[in-house]
């Protein structure tokens, strides 16, 4: 299930460098590249590329996750870093290996009203058929969550 407009939507996003406004519908469509070389053109043109997103406090997660003290779970706070990192390269992925996370401190929608996703590192593997990621999730200056995955295309 893609989390995107439905339980966070995309305020901006820092990808050349500075910040722009873009629409929920998504980000401008590169052209059809190979997983290496998007990572390259991502990582030549532009470091620490951030995302800025709205949590939904409405969404049913919350209702569940828990019912009067809404916290964002883990498992999506992961699979928001999955979609970003799909949306940044324009290919479809799947998580294939998580290597770390670390979640310091408590996503609430209803304190934090805006988190930003930085990715730090984007690396391919030497077979081209695997993008590592390394990403850290804050909220007004505090780091929130680390995380180190791999996906691969679906």
């Not at 706070?77 to 996370?101: D, P, R």
């Amino acid at each position: 299930m893609q989390l995107k407009n439905h339980l966070y939507t995309i305020v901006e996003a820092d990808k050349q460098g500075n910040l722009q406004q873009k629409e929920a519908a998504g980000l401008q469509q590169k052209e059809a590249a190979g997983l290496q070389q998007k990572c390259q053109e991502v990582l030549s043109s532009r470091s620490n590329t951030s995302f800025r997103l709205r949590l939904n406090p409405e969404h049913f997660i919350y209702q569940a996750h828990f019912p009067g003290e809404p916290v964002t779970p883990g498992v999506c706070i992961l699979q928001i870093g999955k979609e970003l990192l799909a949306e940044l390269l324009q290919e479809s992925l799947e998580i294939t290996h998580v290597k770390n996370v670390k979640f310091l401190s408590v996503i609430s929608p209803l304190k934090e009203k805006e988190i930003s996703y930085t990715f730090k590192k984007i690396e391919t593997s030497e077979d081209s058929q695997e993008v590592k990621a390394q990403i850290i999730v804050a909220s007004d200056e505090e780091t929130k969550a680390k995380i180190s995955f791999t996906c691969r295309n679906k």
